[in-house]
T-cell receptor, first 113, second 112 residues
Framework: DTEVTQTPKHLVMGMTNKKSLKCEQHMGHRAMYWYKQKAKKPPELMFV???????INESVPSRFSPECPNSSLLNLHLHALQPEDSALYLC????????????FGDGTRLSIL | AQSVSQHNHHVILSEAASLELGCNYS??????LFWYVQYPGQHLQLLLKYFSGDPLVKGIKGFEAEFIKSKFSFNLRKPSVQWSDTAEYFCAVNAYGQNFVFGPGTRLSVLP
């Protein structure tokens, strides 16, 4: 079992809906990440939080809005998504941003109708 | 910027065959290297990592990898694969001050 917990596991939403993905870790890690993974492709980095501050935004459209309420939680708020946003969204955490392996959650499989 | 390539898109082996998956990276400085595995429907799991020291690193489930600095390579090996090793394997590189970068992945299918 992974030590990074993501909810929900599956999400189906319409293009006008607003929903949120949640991620939680209790390993004391200070860096947390959101990745997007399409089928049979590697994860693509979306956002990096370091010590609860957004440090990297890889040119992600504004319809994705990350939030880090505290050092254990990471949210991804979704609004007005497009069908091409359907993918597996992975959360990861590490002790620091560099020089540390990342631990991944199971992901949320998102389908946009 | 760093980049990672993996030689094979899809590898098919019979059980007990030996495995070697290639990984090359492009970055001139010091890097940390990782191999992750993703079993069907499961999360990415760390197989092994290299930061410094002995270039031959041993990981979980009988996997090992060798860092060859002169070749910018970090190939994954296993002497005898099992059906349960069927999965997607990703090589990843992390240089100081750079993002984590994943290779495109190699799908391994082990036939019983």
């Amino acid at each position: 079992d992974t030590e990074v917990t993501q909810t929900p596991k599956h999400l189906v939403m319409g293009m006008t809906n607003k929903k949120s993905l949640k991620c939680e870790q209790h390993m004391g890690h200070r860096a947390m990440y959101w990745y997007k993974q399409k089928a049979k492709k590697p994860p693509e980095l979306m956002f990096v939080y370091s010590y609860e501050k957004l440090s990297i935004n890889e040119s992600v459209p504004s319809r994705f809005s990350p939030e880090c309420p505290n050092s254990s939680l990471l949210n991804l708020h979704l609004h007005a998504l497009q069908p091409e946003d359907s993918a597996l969204y992975l959360c990861a955490s590490s002790q620091g941003v560099t020089n540390q392996p990342q631990h991944f959650g199971d992901g949320t499989r998102l389908s946009i109708l | 910027a760093q980049s990672v390539s993996q030689h094979n898109h899809h590898v098919i082996l019979s059980e007990a065959a030996s495995l070697e998956l290639g990984c090359n990276y492009s970055y001139g400085g010091t890097v940390n290297l990782f191999w992750y595995v993703q079993y069907p429907g499961q999360h990415l799991q760390l197989l092994l990592k290299y930061f410094s020291g002995d270039p031959l690193v041993k990981g979980i489930k009988g996997f090992e990898a060798e860092f060859i600095k002169s070749k910018f390579s970090f190939n994954l090996r296993k002497p005898s694969v099992q059906w349960s090793d069927t999965a997607e394997y990703f090589c990843a590189v992390n240089a100081y001050g750079q993002n984590f970068v994943f290779g495109p992945g190699t799908r391994l299918s082990v036939l019983p």
